[in-house]
T-cell receptor
Framework: DAGVIQSPRHEVTEMGQEVTLRCKPI?????LFWYRQTMMRGLELLIY????????DSGMPEDRFSAKMPNASFSTLKIQPSEPRDSAVYFC??????????????FGAGSRLTVL | AQSVAQPEDQVNVAEGNPLTVKCTYS??????LFWYVQYPNRGLQFLLK??????LVKGSYGFEAEFNKSQTSFHLKKPSALVSDSALYFC?????????????FGTGTQLKVEL
């Protein structure tokens, strides 16, 4: 398996532009997570899905952030409009889920976003 | 609510010496505990986990961690550090029941192993 695949790896954009980050989880994994990592706030859970359904989006910072999972093999995280404070590394991760907290997360390599 | 504390931003150790990276947790009920490692420009990688059973858990690359329920701690250890162990280490917790799949991470500890 190629692991969790994220794109783009790097994105530089200007304030006000729309940003879309993409994630392909590991085949067979039915839970998907979006995390954001910054020096100031560390690793924050933004949202997670179980069987393509959003379960907990309490970490989504504002209405400018939205996430979708239209099918088991694809998810997007969208920021519209983007702001400089959104600059961070965004990680997607997946696991077998099923409601168990024991399952190990597999992380993608991350998407580094810079908003100028 | 569940939380993890990693009290040290950075740990420095000489190669060949034992290392400890500290972690304490707070969760209602019984915890699942994890350690992950992050190398520069990479995603987090799983090292080891505690679910139940033996308090001493062995993981990848010679790392181990000891679960201490009375002290609510899950410190990461290695008997002999290598320069290649230098990385950012994260402790994480989820709940045994009722917590679903939500994993909460600590702020991370930068481990630096020097020759």
């Amino acid at each position: 398996d190629a692991g969790v695949i994220q794109s783009p790896r790097h994105e530089v954009t200007e304030m006000g532009q729309e940003v879309t980050l993409r994630c392909k989880p590991i085949s067979g994994h039915n839970s998907l997570f979006w995390y954001r990592q910054t020096m100031m706030r560390g690793l924050e859970l933004l949202i997670y899905f179980n069987n393509n359904v959003p379960i907990d989006d309490s970490g989504m910072p504002e209405d400018r952030f939205s996430a979708k999972m239209p099918n088991a093999s694809f998810s997007t995280l969208k920021i519209q409009p983007s702001e400089p404070r959104d600059s961070a590394v965004y990680f997607c991760a997946s696991n077998l889920g099923g409601g168990s907290g024991a399952n190990v997360l597999t992380f993608g390599a991350g998407s580094r976003l810079t908003v100028l | 609510a569940q939380s993890v504390a990693q009290p040290e931003d950075q740990v420095n150790v000489a190669e060949g010496n034992p290392l400890t990276v500290k972690c304490t947790y707070s969760v209602s009920g019984n915890p699942y505990l994890f350690w992950y490692v992050q190398y520069p420009n990479r995603g987090l990688q799983f090292l080891l986990k505690y679910i139940t059973g033996d308090n001493l858990v062995k993981g990848s690359y010679g790392f181990e961690a000891e679960f201490n329920k009375s002290q609510t701690s899950f410190h990461l250890k290695k008997p002999s550090a290598l320069v290649s162990d230098s990385a950012l280490y994260f402790c994480a917790v989820s709940r045994l029941t009722g917590g679903g799949n939500k994993l909460t991470f600590g702020t991370g500890t930068q481990l630096k192993v020097e020759l």
